[in-house]
């Protein structure tokens, strides 16, 4: 049988991987306008932290809790807690919801169902993101007076996340007939996809940002932010290299598997969850339950590793006097982009944070590079599913099981790459280009040009980020039914999944983030920044 030929665009709007690519550069291009003195995205809202009772010559105002992140939606350019304010959110949401609903509509989704979903879960997410940043969770040693308190969790913005999440799995475990009334929008994949592509943003801004304050700074960024690009690209394939084999011989010889059930899970655990089981579950002509089993196991498996491996990389190993290396082998760990990109934005949190406790003020990192460090080796790790499910597909049809007349076109390399990764390059060389553009790097006579620049990426990076982010912990925790690891069909898929992963996946990630990202120094900006 010859499998039938698809047009190049094909799904371009039918397709979550495309919709992500949409949403994320769409409002990216929105955010150039600034450059002719027009703001249309700097009504995306943001939290910051908040007590109920202020202290004298404090801060902290309940009232300031939310924010726009365009000047020139506040009443005056110096006082960002003006104008919108809380209104922020309500815009946040009418402009979202109408993008969101466009989108669901092109993909053949209940829109009627999305819209009632989406809005129960955008205000939930809102409401713990409110309480996330109540300063007990994300304030630290060295702020927390100006609140008023003598002790602080210094979770960061990551008190949000996790909260985030627990709602989440409160719903999908414990209210299921609700988590499945929002299961139409709860779809984390589209929507840390879309994150991913604005965290394109995050790594071209960061130059233009760290410019701002010293040109040095702004070529130190450059330079990182192509390091990891090499680097995670030559730890991803030596890792592959070992990961999938090694999974593949875990299930085979110690669990005794069958071939294709041990290929399917090969590819779930060491390469990309759902996306990759699923591929490769067609390429091999594994039965659909296979892939639907593993599928479940890696959502489950990754939300245990959201909670667990943050914090055990920030204070047990390598913490933070390596964090880029824990950040690579957060990516190369945690499998669904989901999980892996939301466990980064945890940990840089967490870290930065941390080392900011620790040093008394005098370490300052920018924030999104220790997540840009795990989702660098996510995307390279992403790039493998088309090929591999190619490679898989030509050894069973032309080895395995082979049937006369059958041929796999060249073409499924190109339908299996995730659309989004295209969206996540584009807009951080697309920021890079202009940062390089008007003359030197950086130069004085360039900065109004950037600072218009870096004016729209801000919302962006910032604002639409952070809030797709935290959607994506709120839908992880909706989706995930912890009961399912109780059921007898999953048997030795559990105990390969924990062995492969424990055991073999986060020892040779750990070793092999070393080896290449080792050294790597994230720029020090508490000298310029208040």
Same mark, same amino acid.
């Given at each position: 049988m ?7 665009? @094909? ?33 995306? /809202?943001?939290?910051? =932290?908040?007590v ?13 809790a ?25 815009? *946040?949401?009418?402009?979202? /919801? ?7 509509a092109?993909? =053949? ?6 819209? *009632? ?7 939930? *997410? ?11 969770f ?25 909260l ?66 090499? #680097?995670? &690209? ?16 875990? @299930? ?9 059930? #041990? ?5 779930g ?16 002509? &594994? ?8 599928? $479940?196991?890696?959502?489950?498996? $990754? ?24 950040? &690579? ?17 945890l ?11 620790? /040093? ?6 920018? @924030?999104?590079?220790?997540?840009s460090?795990?989702?660098?080796? =996510? ?18 049809? !032309? ?15 190109w ?11 584009? *807009?951080?060389?697309?920021?890079? #280009? ?6 030197? $790097? ?8 950037l ?5 729209? $990426? ?5 604002g ?15 989706? /995930? ?44 900006? #508490?000298? !310029?920044?208040?």
């Amino acid at each position: 049988m010859v499998q039938p030929e698809r047009k190049w665009y @094909s799904g371009m709007l039918t397709q979550e991987d495309w919709w992500a690519v949409w949403l994320g550069v769409g409002f990216f291009f929105l955010s150039l306008l600034n450059i002719a003195g027009i703001d249309l995205v700097g009504w995306i /809202t943001y939290p910051t =932290k908040w007590v109920f009772n202020v202290p004298e010559g404090g801060k902290g105002a309940i009232s300031h809790a939310f924010y726009a992140l365009g000047k020139k939606y506040s009443l005056t350019a110096k006082d960002f807690y003006k104008g919108l304010g809380w209104w922020s959110i309500i815009w *946040t949401y009418v402009i979202f /919801t109408i993008a969101t609903c466009i989108g669901a509509a092109s993909m =053949k989704w209940n829109v009627r169902k999305f819209f *009632t979903g989406w809005t129960i879960i955008f205000f939930l *997410t809102i409401a713990t993101w409110f309480i996330g940043h109540h300063a007990f969770f994300a304030a630290n040693k060295i702020n927390m007076g100006k609140y008023g308190l003598n002790f602080a969790l210094s979770l960061g913005g990551g008190g949000s996340f996790i909260l985030a999440l627990i709602v989440g799995l409160i719903i999908g475990n414990f209210f299921k007939g609700f988590a499945e009334f929002l299961s139409e929008a709860a779809k984390p994949e589209w929507y840390i996809k879309t994150a991913i592509v604005t965290l394109g943003v995050k790594l071209g801004y960061l130059p233009i940002k760290l410019a701002g304050m010293s040109q040095k700074l702004g070529k130190a960024a450059t330079g990182l932010t192509f390091d990891l690009f090499i #680097a995670g &690209a030559v730890a991803t394939i030596v890792a592959y290299m070992v990961f999938w084999p090694g999974v593949y011989i875990i @299930s085979r010889r110690i669990f005794k598997l069958p071939r294709k059930t #041990a290929a399917v899970l090969g590819s779930g655990i060491s390469i990309c969850g759902v996306s990759a089981a699923v591929a490769t579950g067609g390429a091999v002509r &594994a039965k659909p339950v296979v892939s639907i089993m593993v599928s $479940a196991l890696v959502v489950i498996w $990754a939300v245990i590793e959201l909670v667990i491996l943050p914090g055990f990389f920030t204070h047990v190993w390598p913490g933070t006097k390596d964090p880029l290396v824990a950040g &690579a082998a957060l990516g190369m760990s945690v499998k669904t982009d989901g999980a892996d990109a939301a466990a980064g934005e945890l940990m840089d949190e967490l870290m930065r944070n941390k080392i900011e406790a620790d /040093t008394n003020g005098a370490v300052k990192w920018p @924030s999104g590079i220790i997540t840009s460090s795990a989702v660098m080796t =996510k995307v390279w790790i992403d790039m493998f599913i088309g090929i591999w499910a190619f490679v898989l597909a030509m050894v069973w049809v !032309y080895s395995i099981d082979r049937r006369p007349g059958e041929t796999v076109p060249v073409s499924e390399v190109w339908h299996r790459f995730p659309k989004f990764v295209i969206g996540y390059f584009f *807009t951080w060389l697309f920021l890079l #280009a202009l940062y390089f553009g008007p003359g030197q $790097a950086g130069a004085p006579e360039a900065m109004p040009f950037l600072k218009s620049v870096k004016a729209g $990426a801000v919302p962006i990076e910032k604002g639409m980020r952070k809030l797709f982010f935290m959607l994506t912990f709120m839908s992880l925790g909706i989706i /995930t039914d912890f009961k399912k690891l109780r059921e007898a069909q999953f048997g030795k898929m559990v105990w390969v999944y924990f062995v492969a992963l424990f055991l073999f996946i986060i020892p040779v990630a750990l070793v092999i983030a070393y080896l290449f990202h080792h050294g790597m120094q994230i720029p020090n900006i #508490a000298g !310029y920044v208040k």
